[in-house]
DNA sequence: TCAGAAATGATAGATATCAATCAAAATATA
DNA sequence: TATATTTTGATTGATATCTATCATTTCTGA
């Protein structure tokens, strides 16, 4: 049997049945341990299926690398994002910004019928699939710790569009207004908010107090601010003297 | 945390990402070895994921979006993509339609470096992860079947670049030229071909003598042709009549 | 045909995972 | 409140897998 032919039918078989163990594999294909672990290493290599201890498994075309890296907060956000998705009526237009908490948000649209633009993968990928919703991608440099594209060409294909609301995510509050850790990120979230009628920003405590190495607007920039109920009254009130309704958990 | 929120969220990171290693899910959840490993043993146990050694992998069909199990032509379409993708040298700029060949493409690119602009979901997601790989997204309207952008912003993005090869399926090949099914995505393409100065195009045998609703360009208008080794000779001797090369199997 | 390169199979020590067990903590029940 | 039950976390010896190495075989190109 050809080399090729061997890692094929290895590509096949964890295609189909999504895992294998090592052992199934010399005893299905005869060839030697050493040799499918060399397979096995190729194969993880060049990025066609995943090697797991003791064997490999199939890599679909899921969302892979991003999600779920970071679960600070996570049931926070999942609470947030719960009320966030609620306010969205059936055929509105939004602008889903990336991140953790909007990805969240996403997953309670699937249901509804919408337009949805957005800048991140992720997002994309999970809306894609439903016929309901009409998704408009934002392409550009894609940032490949988060997926989500930024830079000239996303502010470009911004330009030309207008929704009701903007859910954005953030990666910094302080009284001197929303951080984000990447100046290409912000050029492209400022031209976000300037094609949405309000803007809606979703932050969980843990980023109160933080600022980051881009600032992005001032806290009155912002139309909402929706929370979760362990945000110290002090930011909430401080958000709400500038202008800026809160949405805080029930 | 209790217990069904736990399993829950072990099932959640395992259908996302397909597979999990005992050792991530300790860190995740924050809980010892062996209560993850009860849990898994349970979850196992009534058949919502598959143990394995090591961690767990996501069970059931790879729904993963858009990727068709039964796709024709598999084989072949494999094995013509890793032609392709082997005149793709380091350093290159190159654009990736969307389809099942370009896709298995992607695959065999994962390891070099390169600049890919691609208009497809699928490929991004294959890509985004790979930090030697610079990946620009083409936007637009996102077609729900195959997951690629379409339409005026996508052309809009496509006209600021320019680069050495583009990659192109098809949906059918006559006498009368390359064919696709959709209006919008045949306008895409179009520009793709502006964008790029060596048009590369994949097609398994079962392409030949089928058209399809739009039409795209005719057949001089291809440098190259790659092709399996079941495509007739006398499409070959018809595409290498209009001056184009046709790289077929060994 | 021959030499060099690549692929293969076997081995062994190091390392990680597993199942089983038990005590402590949390929870439920009387 | 006290007791029983369940859940959890830590430990341990047994077992499986991994990496690295090396001799052998197969393939490749002059």
Redesign the interface.
């Known amino acids: 049997m050809l080399v ?1 032919e061997r890692r ?1 039918k290895i590509l096949n078989i964890t ?1 189909n049945r ?2 294998v ?1 090592l052992q199934e594999l010399v005893t299905e294909i005869d060839a030697s341990e050493s040799t499918i672990r060399r397979d096995l290493e190729q194969l993880d ?4 299926i ?1 090697r ?4 490999a ?12 890296r970071s ?1 600070q907060n996570m049931e926070a956000k999942r609470r947030i994002a719960k009320m966030t998705a609620d306010l969205i009526e059936p055929g509105e237009g939004v602008i889903l910004d990336g991140g953790t908490t909007t990805l969240e948000v996403a997953r309670h649209l699937v249901n509804k019928s919408l337009m949805v633009v957005t ?1 991140s ?1 992720p997002i ?2 999970l809306l ?4 309901n919703i ?9 940032y ?1 710790k988060t ?1 989500v ?1 930024l830079g000239p ?2 502010v ?2 911004l330009r ?1 569009i207008n929704v009701r609301r903007l859910v954005m995510s953030v990666g910094g509050i302080t009284e001197k207004g929303l951080f984000n850790s990447n100046t290409l990120l912000v050029e492209t979230e400022k031209q976000m908010m300037n094609s949405a009628d309000e803007i809606i920003v979703v932050a969980d405590h843990g980023k109160f107090g933080h600022s980051a190495l881009a600032h992005l607007c001032p806290l009155d920039r912002m139309d909402l601010m929706i929370v979760d109920r362990d945000v110290p009254e002090s930011w909430k009130s401080l958000v709400r003297e500038q202008g800026v309704a809160v949405l805080e958990e029930e």
Chains 1, 2 share one sequence.
């Open positions: 090729d094929q295609e999504g895992y163990s290599g060049s990025g066609q995943r797991t201890r003791g064997g498994s199939y890599i679909g075309e899921s969302l892979m690398g991003f999600e779920d679960t800048n993968l994309a990928n894609a699939s439903h016929s009409e998704l408009i991608l934002i392409g550009g440099y894609v490949p997926g594209s060409v996303a470009d294909a030309s």
